[in-house]
Structures are given as structure tokens and as C-alpha cells.
């Protein structure tokens, strides 16, 4: 035992110097300042196996920091090495990052919380499970089969009374295609369930086949495909796709062709139109 805890002192003091154990505690005073060292080591280490063990280091830090009183009110500006965002109605935070895997694939990792009247933490882990599903536009899933994103923008949409988060995310997915994911996020006895028939679109070689649980958008790596919420006009905006190749049907060779298309929440879905003038109901 004092064998393994040596070699452990020795593994983090020495591979690691930017994640000491005090670091990890010193995160209470420092509001993210620590949290950003240790992702930049999840961004930037050339080793596989450093970039894993700053992963966990900072799975820690952050249920340390969030651990805090009312910690959903938290400014963590200074954390910007990861994604995290906050629903417009203030009911939880995303926060997501990835892992390079030194393959040509990542892996995602993913937490909400939940605002609570007392400040106690309630949080949601999310476990990457886009390894094990044969098509992620398909399924309705929970947080412990999620298929893996960084979400950047929530857009609250109203369906029967009831109020539905849009999450807007991407993943760098493979060296040759990058996806960006619509998809939508609603509360079951308090558990968050990601996916279902909320889209409505025409056929199109560069759309998923099909009716589909969330709208995966593929396109070359690099491209800068849009998809982005107009919220002046609420509607979501994504790039058309036209092929390098003449051949629509290879992702990696799908890249903007400078014109933009439009979903519209009409009638319980995300509808989509290439009307400009299309908004919300």
C-alpha cells in the first residue's frame, strides 16, 4: 500500500505539475482559474495517458468546486478551456468537453446542473455512449446513454404547456468529418431524456435518412458548417452543403455553399423551410 500511494505521489507531482492534490482543493478559492490549467492539460498534453488523468483530475475539481453553496450562481469566465452554458430560464447548466483519443476519435464528457432553492448540488454526470449506438440520429436516450456533444446554445421551445430545451452541440467526431447535433432535452421525474420526433425536414442526400430522434449534421472537417440560432427571427440556421466532389453522398467532401436554410418550431417541430421569412409560431 505505501508502495502504491509513493508511486501515485510521484505520478502526479512529477508527469503532472499543473494538478497537485492542493491545486485540486484550491479550486474553492480560485472560481475556475485552477479548473482552466487542468483542461488546457486535456487539450494540449501529447500523451494519451496524461490527457485521461487530467480528465479525471478535473471531474473532480469540478464536483469539488460545484460542491460550493449555491455554486449555480458561480461566474466561471475564466473557464474557458471547457463548454459550459446556462438554460435561458435559468433551470440548469451544461458543462461538456472532449477528450482527443489520439486516434482520430473523441470521447465526450458531460454534467447538468440543476438549480436548487436551498444551493445544495444536484448533478447529472453524462456517460458517452456513442461507441456502442450504430446510428446516433436514432434513439431516445438518458444521460447514461448519451451519444456524446458539446452543446453550445440552449433554446427553450413550448410544446403542450410544457417547456423543451433545443441543445445545439458539435463533436469533432473523425480526422475527415465533423458533426453538429440538434436535439432535444426534456425532464422525466426530474431526469433529463435527450431525443425524439421533434423534426420535419424534405429529403436530401446531406440530411439523416428518415424520421430521426435528433438532426446529426455531417460535413468535412474544417468546413465551418454553420448551425446557429437566430434569435431574432427564432429560427435555427444552418449551412447548405454542396460537394467538393460532385457527389453528395461522401460526408467529407460536404462543405457550405454559402446559402442557408431555416428550422421553425411550427406545431410541436423543429420544421424546416428554406423561406427566409419563416419564424416561430
Known sequence: MLKSCFFNFIFINLLFPLLSL?????????NGLTLQKIALQIQTDTLLSHRLYA?????????????????????????????????PDQKF???????????????????MQMK?????????????????????????????HWIGAIYYDIIPVI?????????????????GVSKKIIEIVNFENGEPILGGDYFKY????????????RFVFQYKKGSNAVVKY??????????????????????ETLVPSGNQKYFAWINGKWELSVNEETIFE
Not at 492542493?22 to 480560485?30: A, C, L, P, S
Not at 436551498?118 to 453524462?126: C, I, M, Q, R
Not at 434569435?231 to 460526408?251: P, Q
Open 22 to 30: 492542493g491545486q485540486v482543493i484550491d479550486t474553492t478559492q480560485n
Open 55 to 87: 480528465d479525471s483530475i478535473l471531474t473532480r475539481a469540478l464536483v469539488l468546486q460545484l460542491k460550493q453553496p449555491f455554486s449555480f450562481d458561480f461566474n466561471f469566465d475564466s473557464l474557458s478551456a471547457i463548454k459550459h452554458i446556462t438554460s
Open 93 to 111: 447548466k451544461f458543462f461538456s468537453w472532449q477528450i482527443d483519443l489520439g486516434d482520430g476519435t473523441y470521447r465526450q464528457r458531460g454534467a
Open 116 to 144: 436548487t432553492t436551498d444551493g445544495s448540488l444536484k448533478l447529472y454526470p453524462f456517460f458517452d455512449n456513442s461507441d456502442f449506438v450504430q446510428n446516433i440520429s436514432i434513439g431516445v436516450y438518458d444521460r447514461k
Open 159 to 175: 410544446y403542450h404547456g410544457d417547456t423543451l430545451y433545443t441543445l445545439l452541440g458539435f463533436d469533432e467526431n473523425t480526422n
Open 202 to 213: 424534405p429529403n436530401d442526400p446531406t440530411y439523416p435518412i428518415g424520421k430521426v430522434d
Open 230 to 251: 437566430d434569435s431574432m427571427n427564432r429560427r435555427i440556421m444552418i449551412s447548405e452543403l454542396a460537394s467538393t466532389e460532385n457527389d453528395l453522398k461522401k460526408v
